[in-house]
T-cell receptor, first 114, second 116 residues
Framework: AQSVTQLGSHVSVSEGALVLLRCNYSSSVPPYLFWYVQYPNQGLQLLLKYTTGATLVKGINGFEAEFKKSETSFHLTKPSAHMSDAAEYFCAVSDQYGNNRLAFGKGNQVVVIP | EAGVTQFPSHSVIEKGQTVTLRCDPISGHDNLYWYRRVMGKEIKFLLHFVKESKQDESGMPNNRFLAERTGGTYSTLKVQPAELEDSGVYFC??????????????FGSGTRLTVV
């Protein structure tokens, strides 16, 4: 079974500072990895995904994530936080062999401090 | 294109009552998924339709939950009778990809169900 660990349910970051959200996964088969964002009163929106190929993945709104197989990690970063980045962020994993389920982490609620 | 639509957006019902949630996927998306987030917990998979067929319903918590997808279009998720632990946000997602999750799904805004 696949699983995702996101530590720190609430993350505070100053405006202009680095955003770093950690994601570690467990999977017995090659994974597909995703970051989703949920803004207040909206659905889950795909930020970026890793399937195969380049391990550094760029997404929307200046976010990027790097797949590190040796560390089973897929951490999300953004160099400079903006007030509009306040939202809840979810890391998720599925596998490359036809299992369509997503296994999600518990999420990180990001608060941006002016 | 229109996104995934879910309604109602909120529902408050009493324990023992019945509630039906509806999801309209993106037109042409054969794959439809239901997920649920109970407060403080992870978003968890409930089931997966391919067209009108249930591909995987291993995440359904118990037989009080019944999902249908009429004609491979919209889907309903009925909870009967509702219990307090059923409270949470129910998400629907759809995907055009025939078999892989690599493309990512398009999620709806969710239905927040509160059982009192």
């Amino acid at each position: 079974a696949q699983s995702v660990t996101q530590l720190g349910s609430h993350v505070s970051v100053s405006e202009g500072a680095l955003v770093l959200l950690r994601c570690n996964y467990s999977s017995s088969v090659p994974p597909y990895l995703f970051w989703y964002v949920q803004y207040p009163n909206q659905g889950l929106q795909l930020l970026l995904k890793y399937t195969t190929g380049a391990t550094l993945v760029k997404g929307i709104n200046g976010f990027e994530a790097e797949f590190k197989k040796s560390e089973t990690s897929f951490h999300l970063t953004k160099p400079s936080a903006h007030m509009s980045d306040a939202a809840e962020y979810f890391c998720a994993v599925s596998d490359q062999y036809g299992n369509n389920r997503l296994a999600f982490g518990k999420g990180n609620q990001v608060v941006v401090i002016p | 294109e229109a996104g995934v639509t879910q309604f109602p957006s909120h529902s408050v019902i009493e324990k023992g009552q019945t509630v039906t949630l509806r999801c309209d996927p993106i037109s042409g998306h054969d794959n439809l998924y239901w997920y649920r987030r109970v407060m403080g917990k992870e978003i968890k998979f409930l089931l997966h339709f391919v067209k009108e067929s249930k591909q995987d319903e291993s995440g359904m918590p118990n037989n009080r939950f019944l999902a249908e997808r009429t004609g491979g279009t919209y889907s309903t998720l009925k909870v009967q009778p509702a219990e307090l632990e059923d409270s949470g946000v129910y998400f629907c997602a759809s995907s055009q990809s025939p078999g892989q999750g690599s493309y990512g799904y398009t999620f709806g805004s969710g239905t927040r169900l509160t059982v009192v």
